[in-house]
C-alpha cells in the first residue's frame, strides 16, 4: 500500500475503435502513464486481475459483457474498487446515463469527444485515484496502530514470551500494508545490552534469507543493500534491498524496524514509504516502552 511504485499510472482503454485506441494512447503519453487495451469485457477483467490500472476508458456496447456489467463488477471488488472507470460511449439517452452511475461508473463521456477533453477528464480521474489510496492506506495505518497497542499493551504483554508471540502477527500486517516480503524487529528494553529479534511468518520459500544474522541496530532510516556475509555470492537478478526505520524512546534507541523485499534499489524520487515507516516505528517504540513500563509497575505492585 505504501510501498513506492515500481511504475507509472496504468490507463485502460476498453473498446474495439482503433481512432480511440489512438487518442488514448496519445493521452496516456501526455500524463506519463502506462496504456493498455481491451478488445472485449472478458479481456478487460482480465487485465484487470492481471495489473490494476488506475484510469479505464470503457466503452458500454461489447460484444460479450456490457460494460456495465464490467464496471459492476471492477467497482464492487475491495481490490478494484478504487479504480476509476469512464464511460465513453455514443449513448447519450438519460437512461442510458443512469444505468452507467448505477453501475458505480466515475464520469462518463459522450462521443465525439476533443481529446482536450479527455485528457482533463483522465488527469482529474488520476488525482481522485491517488487521493483515495492515500485515504485507504491512512486508514490502514490507523487500524495496525489500534492493533499495536491492543496485542502489546494486555496485562502479559511485558512478559518476553508474550511478546515474542504477539509481534509476528504485527509485523505480518506490515508486510501485507507495506507490499514487503518479510519484515523484521530488533529491539533491546531500555537501559538494556541484549537484543531481542522478531520475524514476520512469511517469505519468499518458506525461509528467512541468511543475512538477518548480520543485522544489527540502526539508527539511520534509508534503502539498501542487504549486507553480504562472508563468502557470500550477491545475485543482483535476486538482491534483497532494506528499508529501515529506528525506535527511539527519547535519546535512546531501543529498536529497528525494517521492510525486505527482492529486487533492485528503486530509482530516486519522491515516495512517502519511508516517513510512513519511520512514523509506525515511533508509534511502535512508545507503545513497547508503554508496555514496559506496565510491566515494572505491575511487578512491584505485584
Not at 475491495?78 to 442510458?96: C, G, K, N
Not at 502477527?169 to 519484515?183: K, S
Not at 555470492?233 to 534491498?241: F, I, L, P
Request: contains cysteine; hydrophobic residues 40%; glycine residues 6%.
Amino acid at each position: 500500500m505504501f510501498r513506492a511504485p515500481t511504475s507509472r499510472p496504468l490507463l485502460l482503454l476498453v473498446d474495439d475503435d482503433p481512432y480511440q485506441a489512438e487518442v488514448a494512447s496519445y493521452i496516456a503519453y501526455e500524463l506519463d502513464c502506462d496504456f493498455e487495451s481491451a478488445l472485449s469485457g472478458t479481456e478487460a477483467l482480465e487485465r484487470v486481475a492481471n495489473r490494476p490500472p488506475d484510469v479505464i476508458l470503457l466503452d458500454v456496447k461489447m460484444p460479450d459483457l456490457s460494460g456495465y456489467e464490467v464496471c459492476r463488477r471492477i467497482k464492487t471488488d475491495p481490490e478494484t474498487a478504487e479504480t476509476q472507470v469512464l464511460f465513453v460511449t455514443a449513448r447519450t439517452e438519460e437512461e442510458d446515463l443512469l444505468k452507467g452511475f448505477e453501475a458505480l461508473a466515475n464520469d462518463y463521456l459522450t462521443k465525439p469527444f476533443s481529446a482536450r477533453e479527455l485528457k482533463a477528464r483522465v488527469k482529474n480521474a488520476l488525482r481522485s485515484k491517488r487521493l483515495l489510496d492515500a485515504l485507504k492506506a491512512r486508514t490502514r495505518l490507523l487500524e495496525l496502530q489500534q492493533e499495536i497497542i491492543d496485542r502489546l499493551e494486555t496485562p502479559d504483554a511485558g512478559d518476553e514470551k508474550a511478546r515474542a508471540s504477539a509481534l509476528p502477527p504485527i509485523l505480518d500486517r506490515i508486510a501485507t500494508l507495506f507490499g514487503a516480503e518479510g519484515v523484521t524487529l530488533h529491539t533491546r528494553r531500555s537501559g538494556g545490552a541484549q537484543t531481542n529479534a522478531a520475524l514476520s511468518t512469511a517469505w519468499p520459500g518458506g525461509v528467512p534469507p541468511t543475512y538477518l544474522a548480520a543485522l544489527a541496530l540502526s539508527e539511520d532510516p534509508r534503502v539498501e543493500r542487504a549486507p553480504r556475509l562472508a563468502g557470500e555470492v550477491r545475485d543482483s537478478g535476486s538482491d534483497w534491498v532494506i528499508v529501515s526505520a529506528p525506535l527511539w524512546f527519547g535519546p535512546e534507541l531501543i529498536g529497528t524496524l525494517r521492510i525486505h523485499r527482492r529486487g533492485a534499489l528503486p530509482a530516486a524520487g519522491d515516495s512517502t514509504e519511508l516517513e510512513h515507516l519511520v512514523a509506525l516505528a515511533g508509534h511502535l517504540a512508545r507503545t513497547i516502552h508503554r508496555a514496559d513500563l506496565l510491566s515494572e509497575l505491575r511487578a512491584t505492585r505485584g
